[in-house]
């Protein structure tokens, strides 16, 4: 079946460093979402790439789409104490289902 | 309503009793989903609602997984005969449209069963 995994696991940065994590699925995806959850919190939407080879940028978050639509990245230039999460991407392959990834968990040494 | 909002927030069940958990999605938002989450996991998809039509149940993991939506907006999960295992966070999520859009999440109901 679908399986997306991420990794790593977990992430210690020390602030001002900068973090990625990085996301494979098993099977071509139609497109793929990345969501933060803080401790404790709901996941929150933070974008959506569709084209392959897509990257989109907000801010100090750079997201990629791969060329083949099976894996996918995020990037956190200088990390602050706010990034402070889990990282979740959610793949959608040719059904209605987003099957999330294993999520990266990042923490940020002040 | 400003977001979408799930309860009850926590709840204890005695392993065999039935529980009922409630989202009241974002207004006018057609899609809305049910996901199951564990300590340390990622969200599992459980089932998907455009509108009344439960167009996808696939992730619901037993028999005693019950979803509705009867009229297209406020949605109930009922789980039957508790287990220890259905421990977890329940999140609904709802979109504006298909599932090729945001998804914006609840609160989540944490269900402890003991």
């Known amino acids: 079946g679908q399986q997306v995994m991420q990794i790593p696991q977990y992430q210690h940065v020390q602030e001002g460093e900068d973090f990625t994590t990085y996301c494979n699925s098993s099977t071509t995806l139609s497109n793929i979402q990345w969501y933060k959850q803080r401790p404790g919190g709901h996941p929150v939407f933070l974008i959506q790439l569709v084209k392959s080879g897509e990257v989109k940028k907000q801010k100090r978050l750079t997201f990629q789409f791969g060329e083949a639509k099976k894996n996918s990245s995020l990037h956190i230039t200088a990390t602050q104490t706010t990034d402070v999460g889990t990282y979740f991407c959610?793949?959608?392959?040719?059904?209605?289902?987003?099957?999330f990834g294993t999520g990266t968990s990042l923490t940020v040494i002040p | 309503g400003a977001g979408v909002s799930q309860s009850p927030r926590y709840k204890v069940a005695k392993r065999g009793q039935d529980v009922a958990l409630r989202c009241d999605p974002i207004?006018?938002?057609?899609?809305l989903f049910w996901y199951q989450q564990a300590l340390g996991q990622g969200p599992e998809f459980l089932t998907y609602?455009?509108?009344?039509?439960?167009?996808?149940k696939s992730g619901l993991p037993s028999d005693r997984f019950f979803a509705e939506r009867p009229e297209g907006s406020v949605s109930t999960l009922k789980i039957q005969r508790t287990q220890q295992e259905d421990s977890a966070v329940y999140l609904c999520?709802?979109?504006?449209?298909?599932?090729?859009?945001?998804?914006?999440f609840g609160q989540g109901t944490r269900l402890t069963v003991v």
């Open positions: 959610a793949g959608m392959d040719t059904g209605n289902q987003f099957y």
């Open positions: 207004s006018g938002h057609v899609s």
């Open positions: 999520a709802s979109s504006l449209v298909g599932p090729n859009t945001e998804a914006f």
């Open positions: 609602f455009q509108n009344e039509a439960q167009l996808d």
